[in-house]
Structures are given as C-alpha cells and as structure tokens.
Antibody, heavy 122, light 110 residues
Framework: QLQLQESGPGLVKPSETLSLTCTVS??????????WGWIRQPPGKGLEWIGS???????YYTPSLKSRVTISVDTSKNQISLKLSSLTAADTAVYYC??????????????WGHGTLVTVSS | QSALTQPASVSGSPGQSITISCTGT?????????VSWYQQHPGKAPKLMIY???NRPSGVSNRFSGSKSGNTASLTISGLQAEDEADYYC??????????FGGGTKLTVL
C-alpha cells in the first residue's frame, strides 16, 4: 500500500530556507511512470500546486514560486524533497506531497500524504 | 495566472443533487480535458474524486460525476449524503505547462 510521509521543521524564520522531505513507502520512486508533486494550503485557504518531479529529475514549477523553489528526488532513499527560500509569512501553510494518479506530469494527484504544517515566524 | 473560479458555497438536503461549477479560460479548462476534482474534509488531505473531466477513480461512488462545457467544468453529486459535506476543489492543466486549482467550494448538507 502506497504511503507518503512529509517531514520537516514546523517553524521557520522569515528569510530562511524551508526544507521538507517526503518519504515514500509501498512503492519505488525509480522506474515508475508517475510524477510526484508538492502542493500547499495556507490556513483556511485553497490549494496551490508548487511543482512536480519525475524520478529522472525532470521538474515543473508554478511560475509564482519558480525563483525560490527546488524539488529534487533521492531514489536511493525513496524520497522527494522541497526547498523554498526567502520565506515570508505568506509561505505559512500545510505542505502536502502527492503522487500522480496516472502517468504524465499533468496527471491529477491520486495519492496524498497527511501534510505537514509549516509556520513562518520570528 | 488566476485561480479557477468556483462558488464559495453550495448547499443541499439529503437525497438531492447539487452541482459545483469551475470556470476558467480557453487556456486551461476549455482547452484541455485535464480537469479534476478533489474532496477535502476538515483536517484531512484532499481526495481525488474525478479526473480527465468525467472519470472516477476506483472506489469513488458513482453519485459523483463530472462534465465540461466550454470553459466551465462541473461536478455533480446526486443522492446527497451527510458524509459529502466537505470542501471541493477543481484543478486543470494549463497552456503554460502548469497546474492550477479553483478557490474551493464549501458544500453544506442541510
């Protein structure tokens, strides 16, 4: 059974860089035809797609965050990572990692982690 | 790029049918059949309910159906049940090779 677990600091200071990891169990990232993505949701607000990555490292990012975000994959650890720099309070959100329901980077996210709340505050 | 437009809230009584709209442009909803719908209960991760406009993932009730006309996609829930009360989000692929979500619709079962 596929499981995704996000991990990382719950509190980060403004201007710092956020680093989150998504550990995948129940399936191997490498060799699969699925993309893996990060989505965030500010408290009480809607969903925002951050970006998606293939096991080969091919990535797609949302334009509004592209200059500050890096998504990477570590197939040896079966993990996906998110780095977001120059944080402000507006980056406070629940961050989800997810896997595409079918092949293709534009596939909808069919499997989700539970999410991790990140608060940006001094 | 702007989020897709959804009504902030809809409501219905048990057993009734409701429809949630999702309006975009010819560069997203209208241009591709890559519209999906998610259900999110409070404090939970979203759940995929519809993909590629009208397809249901395995395990999703056939009370949920999707359609599209022009730049507007729709999610219809028939035979409304108390457990359907949740937030619903649409999403679409865009011509800029990105994914965008709607602002979300809160469904209240009266």
């Amino acid at each position: 059974q596929l499981q995704l677990q996000e991990s990382g600091p719950g509190l980060v200071k403004p201007s710092e860089t956020l680093s989150l990891t998504c550990t995948v169990s129940g399936a191997s990232i490498s060799g699969s035809s699925y993309y893996w993505g990060w989505i965030r949701q500010p408290p009480g607000k809607g969903l925002e797609w951050i970006g998606s990555i293939y096991y080969s490292g091919n990535t797609y990012y949302t334009p509004s965050l592209k200059s500050r975000v890096t998504i990477s994959v570590d197939t040896s650890k079966n993990q996906i990572s998110l780095k977001l720099s120059s944080l402000t309070a507006a980056d406070t959100a629940v961050y989800y990692c997810a896997r595409g329901y079918s092949s293709g980077w534009y596939a909808p996210m069919g499997y989700w982690g539970h999410g991790t709340l990140v608060t940006v505050s001094s | 790029q702007s989020a897709l437009t959804q009504p902030a809230s809809v409501s219905g009584s048990p057993g009734q049918s409701i429809t949630i709209s999702c309006t975009g442009t010819s560069s997203d909803v209208g241009g591709y059949n890559y519209v999906s719908w998610y259900q999110q209960h409070p404090g939970k991760a979203p759940k995929l309910m519809i993909y590629e406009v009208s397809n249901r993932p395995s395990g999703v009730s056939n009370r949920f159906s999707g359609s599209k006309s022009g730049n507007t996609a729709s999610l219809t829930i028939s035979g409304l049940q108390a457990e359907d009360e949740a937030d619903y989000y649409c999403s679409s692929y865009t011509s800029s090779s990105t994914l965008i979500f709607g602002g979300g619709t809160k469904l209240t079962v009266l």
